[in-house]
């Protein structure tokens, strides 16, 4: 019997999540049955079950790659050299997610799929472990990136690293939540409004 090739394995596994991610994206993950996602990819019930033993593990699958897909866009961008100031950086990071087009999707329908990964964490521990981890090592990566704002004295400190780096995550998820609700989400709009807040002078005492 011809073994079969690793490169097949894992287009088939891709074919598989890129069909469930369509129809999660379309009905929810709790909207979604199995018999759903096999109409969607063509495939008999053995020919899915031999790589997820159910939908819990297609949702955890397609969360995985989603979380991974943000986590290097963040750290890609918190590698360069030298560091890019706020505004660019968090552009670079968006451009990097949205530009991804996981699965085929159009951005706002990915976007919409990071959204419900991110509730579904709430009541799964699987899932909420994955982002957890994920979002440590969002915060390490940007942690280090402030440090290099301060060593080329860009920034202030005497603020932690670690509070700089979960506001800059968070403007981030911010934006991804808003293609997801409204569309329309272009990464300049970020860069223009950070650079404004960041051009802002203290007020002079009197």
């Known amino acids: 019997m011809a ?3 690793q490169e097949h394995l894992d287009a088939r596994r891709r074919q ?3 069909g469930a991610a369509r129809c999660f994206a379309r ?3 709790h909207g979604t049955s199995m ?3 096999l109409k969607e990819v063509g495939l008999s019930a053995g020919a899915v079950y031999r790589y997820f033993s159910g939908k819990d593990d297609l949702i955890a699958a397609i969360a995985d790659e989603a979380f991974g897909s943000i986590r290097r866009a963040f750290e890609e961008a918190a590698e360069l050299t030298p560091p890019p100031t706020p505004d660019r950086l968090l552009g670079r990071v968006l451009r990097g997610v949205f530009d991804r087009q996981v699965y085929g999707m159009e951005r706002r329908v990915c976007a919409a799929l990071v959204l419900q990964v991110w509730a579904e964490t709430m009541g799964n521990e699987r899932l909420a472990k994955t982002l957890d981890d994920g979002y440590a090592g969002m915060r390490a990566a940007w942690g280090k990136l402030v440090d290099a704002y301060r060593a080329a004295g860009l920034m202030r400190a005497d603020v932690p690293s670690d509070d700089v780096a979960r506001t800059l995550i968070a403007a981030a998820q911010g934006f991804i939540a808003q293609e997801a609700l409204f569309g329309g989400v272009r990464p300049e709009v970020l860069e223009n ?3 404004a807040l960041m051009s802002m002078d203290p007020p002079k005492s009197s």
């Open 3 to 5: 073994r079969v090739s």
């Open 16 to 18: 598989i999540l890129a």
């Open 27 to 29: 009905n929810g993950f």
């Open 35 to 37: 018999q759903d996602v």
């Open 193 to 195: 409004g950070l650079r």
